[in-house]
């Protein structure tokens, strides 16, 4: 039986847990933004000051959700497969845990509300890219411990369950990942074939002696995951890409400027080019503008599930059947970065 003062202890634990949890996922968002500013800024202490005055909160957020969501759930995801095996490796062994502090992850474990689970799991589902949504099966299956043991009691049923789920899945995606083999795409075709037999293995509990390396190791992989994150939010852009055509100043030919529109008032535009540095321009001056797709928007498989392109996500899937992409303006291309 548990004593009150090691009850209290552990609540305590639990307590603080939750709000570092909450912290992070509070807080980090907050920061990560503040320092989109700068990068985008190129550090220019001038250049920061006049996006903060710019560009809308609303705005900024938008553009965190928008190229940020898919990371941070990623993320999320990832820190709930581990912790939750973790967890359950360290409730199968209680006498070695009896007097030891739990490890970070299997505390934060303890205090994440389910609901935030299954929100953190259905924005992955509509904002990963098709062809890493696989990735959730073995992550769900980690996360909720739903082992083949579970499905039924006899052994002859569970097979028979496992063997169909599994028929259902390859029948799926069989010509996709048949394509995927025929133009090599290797990486793809790992990507869409290998989770549904990783998630047959992925519930725990482990072995007691393999608890501890797994805990430096999920650890240190949460740390580099998140630290990956903020890096790739960071460094994303906060203002759409344009090209704006300008009248030259000796009214001969037209000037082709690519970067972000800061600012637009009755007297100039004001760009932060692609290449560094603010331009204002009069707007009187400007004939056009364009709007461009940046490098990590354009596809580099050329693969199909159903009329879905894998690199598309179940939202920009969705939004394309609608109102299907434009073809890029030949200008972004004669203005692109080297």
């Avoid at 073995?138 to 052994?155: E, Y």
Wanted: neutral net charge; glycine residues 6%.
């Amino acid at each position: 039986m548990t004593s009150p003062g090691r009850r209290t202890e552990d609540e305590e634990r639990q307590t603080r847990a939750a709000q570092q949890f909450w912290s992070v996922v509070v807080g980090a968002p907050a920061i990560v933004s503040v320092l989109r500013l700068v990068v985008e800024a190129g550090g220019e202490p001038q250049t920061t000051l006049l996006l903060a005055a710019n560009v809308n909160p609303v705005n900024l957020i938008a553009a965190f959700v928008t190229t940020a969501s898919r990371l941070v759930s990623g993320a999320m995801v990832a820190l709930f497969a581990i912790s939750a095996v973790l967890s359950i490796s360290i409730d199968n062994d209680p006498q070695r845990w009896r007097d030891r502090r739990l490890p970070l992850l299997a505390r934060w474990k303890r205090v994440v509300p389910v609901w935030f689970v299954i929100v953190t799991l259905l924005v992955a589902a509509v904002t990963w890219k098709i062809l890493y949504l696989p990735l959730l099966l073995p992550a769900i299956v980690a996360t909720f411990q739903i082992s083949p043991h579970r499905l039924h009691d006899r052994r002859g049923v569970r097979i028979a369950f496992v063997a169909a789920l599994l028929v259902a899945y390859y029948g799926l995606l069989g010509p996709t990942l048949v394509e995927a083999v025929d133009t090599g795409e290797w990486i793809a075709a790992s990507v869409l074939g290998l989770p549904p037999l990783l998630a047959l293995v992925v519930t725990g509990p482990v072995l007691p002696t393999t608890v501890r390396p797994l805990v430096a190791t999920g650890q240190l992989a949460i740390m580099i995951m998140l630290i990956w994150t903020s890096y790739s939010v960071a460094t994303a852009p906060v203002l759409p890409s344009t090209v704006t055509s300008v009248a030259a100043a000796d009214d001969d030919g037209t000037e082709k400027i690519r970067g972000s529109v800061i600012a637009v008032d009755d007297v100039s535009l004001v760009i932060l080019q692609e290449r560094g540095g603010v331009r204002y321009v009069p707007t009187d001056d400007v004939e056009s503008r364009v709007l461009c797709p940046s490098e990590a928007d354009l596809p580099r498989y050329r693969l199909w599930v159903y009329g879905f392109h894998v690199e598309d996500s179940l939202l920009q899937a969705l939004g394309r059947e609608v109102r299907p992409i434009t073809p890029v303006d030949a200008v972004c291309r004669a203005t692109s970065p080297r």
